[in-house]
């Protein structure tokens, strides 16, 4: 098999039958910060370029750097909750290399002594506990962006011409790289998924970074080798930059590991380079060789003090944290009274969060699950759309399982009720004022719609007469569709049922 990169690629079960798959993330994420980490400059996304930068994050003659605290302390939250021990003393250093989007030749990182080391997260695929662990977590600047012009595909290739944007430069940046992971096997790619998408959900609880993806605010160097099964050694790893989406992710580790399995079958030696991720094709292709870190020529920064987080104010931090994802969702499952399986569809769809703000807002679980994982994610397929980008709120879906639940409207009524909150019509009651949508109670028209369903089918009565009561659910369907859906069919049961066997109940 092959694809457009000209790859020739071998059976993913084939290949993990014979071959180890070893794998490791380096995962950027750009923190929340009000300002850049060395300097005062903004950080806020979609400003015009260039014009949130200052002579320190342009590295400009003379200008000297100063620490941001707040980042520093975000840096440790993350430490903290990915089971690191913290620092009692660290410094900054250079990180030496001339790309058009590092202002200053240099970028200000952390080598050898980073703030946070030596933790893990232990991730839970298809039932089983899969560890991951932490080499590092240390703090840098982030570099500009590079704007590729006249291409069709915004890389450098085919452009007529490159801009630089320097806004970017300098955003305080957590790098969390892990351990070469090994021992997964055939789920090494579900691994790295796993990995990324609990490791979002914890910073996200921490609320340090917004973690979105599609902006960059969180990137992923996904990291890729394989050995014989029983080597003793692990195989030459390509490195994967920047790709931004969990699918993709795991998309990426799969087609790396049958792309390699081809190459070493033939022969080939693998190449230690970086490679880029094609969404379209879900295919990578060649970027540069991979640099080693004496490459980097790191060296400490002059300019700052070291860091000497003190021991009392780290424990304040780990006592403060927010209950993270894993404890949520076991506290979940026991107030929910859900199974692991049903949690597991939960995290699939996305819909944790929706479902937990729904039942907070006043629906109860089962209403919340009901309405996000079937009309909800059904209209989301349907659309392409993001489960959690739907345009309505879990406010607004507890209001419609509030109305449900009174009575005022039935489950037909509120399906599309749902239809005219998306189309951005307002809120579920104020949808069912504005299109007459309410349950018909026992009015003018209900009554003479049951009455007009008992004259047109007097067979159906005689037969409802004769003992045979089940025949009244003809009736119950015509004061339906006469009514549009709009009427209750338990009052409508219970109208037919006095005028037609004579007794209630």
């Excluded at 933790?119 to 991951?132: A, K, Q, S």
């Excluded at 080798?225 to 795991?250: D, F, Q």
Aim: hydrophobic share 40%; charged share 25%.
């Amino acid at each position: 098999m092959t694809t457009t990169t000209g790859d020739r690629l071998l059976d993913f079960d084939d290949v993990v039958s014979r071959y180890e798959p070893v794998i490791g993330l380096e995962t950027h994420v750009e923190l929340g910060t009000v300002t850049k980490m060395f300097c005062g400059c903004s950080t806020t996304f979609g400003a015009e370029p260039n014009t949130q930068t200052c002579p320190v994050c342009l590295g400009l003659p003379g200008s000297l750097p100063v620490a941001n605290a707040a980042a520093i302390e975000a840096t440790v939250q993350i430490g903290l909750a990915l089971n690191c021990r913290i620092a009692s003393w660290c410094r900054f250093a250079r990180k030496n290399y001339f790309y058009p989007d590092i202002p200053k030749g240099f970028q200000t990182s952390q080598y050898d002594e980073p703030l946070c080391v030596s933790g893990y997260l232990d991730v839970v695929v298809d039932g089983e506990t899969h560890r991951v662990e932490i080499e590092r977590v240390h703090l840098e600047e982030d570099t500009g962006k590079n704007l590729h012009v006249g291409g069709s595909t915004g890389r450098i290739h085919g452009a007529d011409h490159s801009l630089v944007d320097y806004n970017r430069a300098g955003i305080p940046l957590v790098e969390i790289v892990t351990r070469p992971v090994s021992g997964a096997g055939a789920k090494a790619p579900e691994v790295a998924k796993a990995y990324v998408t609990e490791l979002r959900e914890i910073i996200q609880a921490l609320g340090v970074s917004d973690v979105r993806m599609e902006q960059g605010s969180l990137r992923c160097d996904v990291n890729t080798s394989i050995a014989p099964v029983g080597a003793l050694e692990m195989g030459t790893r390509t490195e994967t930059k920047n790709v931004n989406s969990l699918r993709s992710v795991e998309r990426s580790v799969r087609y790396e590991i049958r792309r390699q399995a081809a190459l070493l079958d033939e022969g080939v030696r693998i190449r230690q380079e970086t490679r880029h991720f094609h969404e379209d094709t879900g295919s990578t292709s060649p970027g540069r060789s991979k640099e080693e870190a004496t490459d980097y020529r790191y060296f400490p920064e002059p300019d700052l003090v070291p860091l000497a987080p003190d021991a009392a104010w780290v424990e304040s931090l780990r006592l403060a944290l927010p209950e993270l994802p894993a404890a949520r969702r076991a506290r979940l499952i026991q107030e929910w009274g859900l199974s692991d399986t049903e949690m597991t569809w939960l995290l699939n769809a996305g819909a944790l969060g929706v479902v937990a703000e729904t039942v907070a807002a006043g629906a109860s679980p089962a209403e919340a699950r009901k309405w996000w994982l079937g009309e909800l994610a059904r209209r989301a397929n349907e659309s392409g759309t993001e489960l959690t980008d739907l345009p309505i709120t879990p406010a607004q879906v507890a209001e419609l399982s509030g109305l449900v639940a009174e009575g005022r409207v039935n489950d037909k009524l509120a399906r599309q009720v749902l239809d005219h909150v998306l189309a951005g019509e307002g809120g579920p009651t104020e949808v069912v004022e504005a299109r007459g949508l309410a349950v018909l109670g026992e009015s003018d028209e209900l009554v003479a719609a049951v009455e007009a369903a008992i004259a047109g089918a007097p067979d159906v009565v005689a037969k409802v007469r004769a003992g045979k009561v089940q025949a009244l659910g003809a009736l119950v369907g015509q004061v339906m569709k006469t009514t549009k859906g709009q009427a209750d069919a338990a009052t409508v049961r219970r109208m037919l049922e006095e005028r037609v066997v004579g007794q209630t109940g």
